[in-house]
């Protein structure tokens, strides 16, 4: 299993992972919206590949952020594993690897949301020890 950053050039490989989240997607919607606006704004991407196939079969995608809440912290705004992958390991690394980097940025938080619908996702990331400080509210307009 190998974990690395995806560079603009290479976004699209986190496409098949990331389709799993964000259905809603093209595959050139996806590699747009990332390197037009998301890169831009600071979003960073990283795969893990499976060592069989030598594809990206889980990808995290995040940007560092500063509130008055929290303070500096990275933000995880993506995070998935494609389902026959999923319980290999992929994400755990991935959330091990986003840590580290938080720590040499100097983040003193790690923050994500997660859909209320997804209790695998809700169990792995209170075994890696992240907490529900707070409800998210959202209203479409």
């Not at 290479?10 to 496409?15: I, N, Y």
């Not at 290999?88 to 720590?103: D, N, Q």
């Not at 619908?117 to 890696?128: K, V």
Request: aromatic share 8%; net charge positive; proline share 4%.
């Amino acid at each position: 299993m190998k974990i690395e950053e995806l560079e603009a050039e290479r976004t699209w490989l986190a496409f098949d992972p990331m389709r799993q989240l964000r259905p809603h997607l093209t595959s050139t919607g996806f590699v747009k919206l990332v390197n037009e606006v998301q890169r831009p704004q600071g979003y960073r991407l990283v795969g893990s590949w499976d060592g069989e196939t030598g594809r990206v079969v889980a990808a995290v995608g995040f940007r560092e952020s500063s509130s008055l809440a929290y303070g500096r912290h990275l933000l995880v705004d993506d995070l998935t594993t494609m389902p026959g992958m999923r319980g290999r390991g992929h994400a755990t690394r991935l959330l091990a690897w986003v840590e580290r980097e938080a720590k040499r940025l100097g983040c003193a938080q790690i923050h994500l949301d997660a859909g209320t619908h997804r209790h695998e996702a809700h169990r792995l990331y209170l075994r890696s020890g992240y907490i529900i400080p707070s409800f998210h509210f959202a209203r479409r307009l």
